[in-house]
């Protein structure tokens, strides 16, 4: 763009600036308060004349025209050449989107002009709803206030106090021309306070104050300022232990959980002092977020796009992995559990080994020398000698007719071999079996899970869910939605999956730390599983308003310590003292109960009874486990009973 002289410059009307630089306006923009105009979009450049937006103060723009030389100063020294100026001005006209402009734009200053405080406090707020600003977007306000006023705007409106935001006051106009600029510091050692960072005269120009700079870092260090935090206990993510204090006289709210940590981690780099505000509900909680009276809520939330219409999120943290728990399937009686410690084709082999035993042991018997068993050389026959062999094939003496030949001792001797070996092994599989018993298959996909249950509890919150799964194009996510009932709270959820055809969805490591609170048996092991895949990952981070400028602060500190596996660490132990808390509990309740009843029978036999040490008895053997026992015994007897009702009607009629 080509110099211009001063006066150049001011001859020539705003409708004629025909620079490339100039960006058009998108949409008129209104509010209920004021109205934009004169907004002016383009690049800035190191002169006073050379800057598009100065070319309209032949319309009339005394204060910009009067402080133009500072501010040019100012945008030269602190600002990049190539970032996007934005001007606004009050006027009667309207303006651009200016927010659309600055997402598309990467860098990005803004120079507000006006002399109204209600201009200048409703566009604090409307910057706010529209996204004006991000921490990287610099904003110049030039105005003309007594210093009470300008202390004020400054103190009360997020936009000028935490945002990077710099007045540049005209103080005294020519010929003793002076500007002063002026920020607000929310996180100083005496606390929030309004500070001069600079000072230009014509003769002079800009004079930093001590260690300060003109758009001053303001949340790198709070020197010991208070934070406003909201959160609900949900462990093991955030919790709440309320002890007495040391005196006995009030009492004292300790927090935990591994999100707390985070946060004290946090606190600790940033230097501030966490409080807690109290919150009936985490709807309630998010909406402080939304108005900025709290600064963060720290326990992790699923980024989902309707969420991120009303606040922004930290740094993604952590997966919330969205999975079921289900109870774990039971033994059905079934009679084949004397049937199982061999396999079929085993048992075919043995039935065949039998039947071809016994006629190759009668033969030699008959064929042989002495042609008889001994003593029993009488009615001896194939049921004799196959009553001889299964009678050693379940482990039963020899029998006393024994043949005298060499042949059928060999015989009977590879034979008693045969089920010495095959009895061990049956043996050995069928304890095993009885000890560690199979289970049937229980679901572990999102597929197997549909098809298993009638029913899917979850508590409030899963009306999004529910609405997510039934708009997919999947028949198993619809399937899904359909089952979902949503309303029922969590310990009422994994109590129905305990018992039958239901299971609970929720979060991976908030259900793990309920089973481990409430559902864990004194020797570990508890009676609910969770599904080994996930329905869906959610990526999960802290809720902060939008466009919060001390979110990169928290992202970095938030990563450092993921990448040094803290987090991780807190979460496993949290999940650890959890599980050990719980066991040392019945442990104790446990003991309570045998004391109690140790004392009653001491009491009725005039003795102390005597407390063992732990009640480390092995559960015992049910008929779940020996059905198959009971069935061959009463399939003996029945079978008995009617071979003794053949024979009588045989004899009878003979």
């Known amino acids: 763009m080509r110099s211009q002289t001063k006066e150049e410059g001011a001859n020539q009307h705003p409708s004629s600036v025909t620079s490339a630089n100039i960006i058009n306006c998108l949409q008129p923009l209104t509010t209920q308060a004021f109205t934009l105009s004169h907004t002016y979009i383009g690049r800035h450049e190191t002169q006073a004349t050379e800057l598009p937006f100065f070319k309209m103060m032949a319309a009339g723009d005394d204060l910009l025209w009067a402080t133009r030389e500072a501010v040019v100063t100012v945008l030269r020294d602190q600002v990049h050449p190539s970032c996007t100026l934005i001007l606004l001005t009050d006027g009667p006209a309207n303006s651009s989107a200016v927010s ?15 002399e109204s405080r209600t201009f200048l406090a409703t566009l604090a707020n409307w910057s706010l709803k529209g996204r004006l600003l991000v ?100 462990m093991p993510f955030w919790g709440e232990v309320v002890q007495g204090s040391e005196d006995g006289r009030s009492t004292v709210t300790r927090y935990t959980g591994s999100d707390y940590y985070l946060l004290e981690t946090v606190a600790t780099v940033l230097n501030f002092t966490i409080r807690v505000i109290p919150s009936a509900s985490w709807q309630e909680a998010l909406q402080l977020v939304v108005q900025r009276d709290s600064y963060v ?56 080994c039998l039947l071809l035993v016994t006629p190759v042991l009668l033969l030699m018997v008959n064929l042989g ?23 050693m094939l379940l482990g039963q003496d020899l029998p006393r007719r024994l043949s005298i030949t060499t042949s059928s001792r060999v015989l009977v001797g590879a034979w008693l071999l045969f089920v010495l070996i095959l009895g061990f092994f049956y043996r050995g599989n069928l304890t095993a079996s009885l000890t560690i018993p199979k289970f049937p298959p229980r679901p572990e996909s999102l597929e197997q899970l549909v098809h298993a249950v009638d029913r899917l509890t979850i508590p409030k919150y899963g009306e ?99 990448e040094a596996g803290l987090y991780e660490k807190w979460a496993g132990d949290m999940n650890r003292q959890t599980t050990l808390d719980s066991q040392r509990r019945q442990r104790e309740d446990r003991k309570r109960q045998t004391d109690s009843t140790a004392m009653q029978e001491g009491g009725e036999t005039g003795e102390e009874g005597e ?25 003996g007897i029945t079978g008995g009973v009617l071979m003794f009702v053949a024979e009588a009607l045989v004899s009878k009629f003979d």
Not at 208 to 219: D, N, Q, R, W, Y
Not at 316 to 332: D, S
């Open 135 to 234: 921490w990287a977007t610099r904003m110049l306000v030039v105005t003309r206030l007594t210093l009470p006023h300008l202390h004020s705007l400054l103190s009360s409106h997020w936009t000028f106090s935490m945002m990077n935001t710099v007045f540049l006051n005209l103080e005294q106009p020519r010929p003793n021309l002076r500007c002063a600029l002026y920020g607000h510091l929310p996180h100083t050692p005496v606390g929030a306070q309004v500070v001069q960072v600079a000072l230009w005269t014509p003769e002079r120009t800009v004079i930093l104050g001590s260690k300060v700079t003109i758009f001053p870092e303001k949340h790198h260090n709070f020197y010991g300022s208070v934070v406003n935090v909201t959160a609900q206990p949900f």
């Open 297 to 352: 809520c720290p326990v992790y939330h699923i980024l989902m796009t309707v969420r991120a219409e009303l606040y922004d999120y930290t740094v993604v943290y952590e997966f919330a992995y969205f999975t079921f728990v289900m109870g774990k399937p039971t033994l059905r009686p079934q009679w084949q559990s004397v049937y199982h410690p061999l396999g079929q084709m085993v048992w075919v082999g043995v039935i065949m």
């Open 464 to 562: 999004a869910h529910k609405r997510f799964v039934m708009q997919s194009n999947s028949p198993v996510f619809r399937t899904l939605g359909e089952l979902m009932d949503v309303g029922i709270p969590l310990m009422e959820g994994l109590r129905l999956a305990k018992e039958g055809r239901s299971g609970h969805l929720g979060g991976k490591r908030y259900m793990q730390q309920k089973i481990a609170e409430s559902f864990i048996e004194i020797d570990g092991s508890t009676r609910l599983y969770i599904g080994r895949e996930s329905i869906f990952p959610g990526p999960s981070g802290w809720p902060v308003p939008h466009d919060a400028p001390y979110k990169t602060n928290f992202d970095r500190i938030i990563t450092s310590a993921l």
């Open 369 to 391: 020398r002495g042609q008889q068993y001994l003593s029993f050389s009488d009615g001896m026959g194939v049921s004799v000698v196959m009553q001889d062999m299964t009678g």
């Open 611 to 635: 407390v063992g040490e732990g009640n480390n008895i092995s559960p015992a053997l049910a008929l779940t486990h020996l059905q198959g026992a009971f069935l061959l015994f009463l399939l």
């Open 100 to 114: 659309q402009v600055r997402k598309t734009s990467w860098c990005s200053v803004v120079v507000v002009v006006s």
